[in-house]
């Protein structure tokens, strides 16, 4: 019994991070990719690599979340979404993401910038520190979630 209910959890948690990761990945490639044009996912070649490389980015996206989806019916199906577990799953896996395009891809991998012809430290302030807000809103609403589990387990 305690396998199932952890494996429902396991699906609740994870199915909010595909959430995350793909909606994140969606904003992104929409907003800085396309409406404003002030990037592509890969900025090292020509521009039609940069088109192709965020079609990839954008099709990531939407088989995360997707997935995500299908996940969740699963658990509706079963009456076992918990919606606030999945919830803080989902700002954790958003801001996770976040963290890891600002860290990763921008400066260690340097697929591409931000932004180009600006002063680019703010904006990597400004992106870095909205990831660090929405994993630590995310890893408080998900512990707030497991005290009330361990709680609700003590009462049984």
């Known amino acids: 019994m305690r396998t199932a209910k952890r494996t429902l959890e ?29 990037h592509h996912f890969y900025d090292k070649s020509t521009t039609s690599i940069g088109l192709i490389s965020d ?7 939407w088989f995360a ?3 995500s989806l299908f996940m969740v019916a699963d658990l509706r199906r079963k009456n076992s979404w918990n919606k606030k577990r ?14 890891y395009d600002g860290i990763i ?5 340097n697929l591409h910038q931000i932004r180009y012809n600006v002063e680019i430290f703010y904006y990597d302030l400004v992106w870095n520190l909205i990831a ?9 609403i998900l512990q707030s979630e ?3 589990s361990e ?5 049984e």
């Open 10 to 38: 396991a699906l609740n948690f994870w199915s909010g991070i595909l959430f995350g990761l793909g909606a994140v990945a969606f904003i992104d490639e929409t907003i800085f990719h396309q409406i404003l044009h002030w």
């Open 55 to 61: 079609g990839l980015f954008h099709a990531f996206s």
């Open 65 to 67: 979340t997707v997935a």
């Open 86 to 99: 999945w919830f803080g799953s989902y700002i954790l896996g958003a801001g996770l993401f976040q963290l």
């Open 105 to 109: 891809q921008h400066k260690i991998l």
């Open 132 to 140: 660090a807000v929405m994993i630590i809103i995310g890893l408080v």
């Open 146 to 148: 497991k005290q009330k």
């Open 151 to 155: 709680l609700k387990v003590c009462e």
